[in-house]
């Protein structure tokens, strides 16, 4: 079971059935949500804030990231990640969660080193089952 994980994601009846998924298969202990990639971001400066005082906090192991949602996507929230925090949170893992079958968002996907996989909606207990490997 992971400690903690972060959802990203602009639907909030998505945000709910993947809280229950995880919950339900003991996925994860913690679960933490945010709206859009702003909400994300932010998340990130208040957990990189609280590490300079407490360098043991807990921190997601995987962010499940949405790519279309209005302010900040998926695609913005991956290059802020990659510059701003990928050198102090180098084990978070990112599972892009996605509406998309476009071939080029899976390509594009493949070119950040912190997508551990790209999953398309609707979330299922079977792919979280899958997604215990990246432990």
């Not at 995880?22 to 932010?42: L, M, N, P, R, Y």
């Not at 957990?47 to 913005?76: H, R, S, V």
């Amino acid at each position: 079971m992971f400690k903690q994980i972060l959802c990203v994601d602009d639907d909030p009846i998505t945000l709910v059935i993947l809280k229950m998924l995880i919950q339900k298969s003991q996925f994860a202990k913690h679960i933490q949500t945010a709206a859009d990639g702003v909400e994300a971001v932010k998340f990130y400066e208040d957990l990189l804030a609280q590490k300079q005082t407490n360098p043991e906090i807990d921190e997601p192991a995987i962010i499940f990231l949405d790519l279309n949602m209005p302010i900040m996507g998926g695609w913005d929230f991956l290059d802020v990640f990659t510059k701003r925090f990928k050198d102090t949170f180098p084990q978070t893992k990112v599972v892009i969660l996605s509406s998309s079958i476009d071939p080029a968002d899976i390509k594009k996907a493949d070119t950040y080193e912190i997508v551990a996989k790209f999953v398309s909606k609707p979330m299922t207990i079977d792919v979280l089952n899958d997604l215990r490997g990246l432990q």
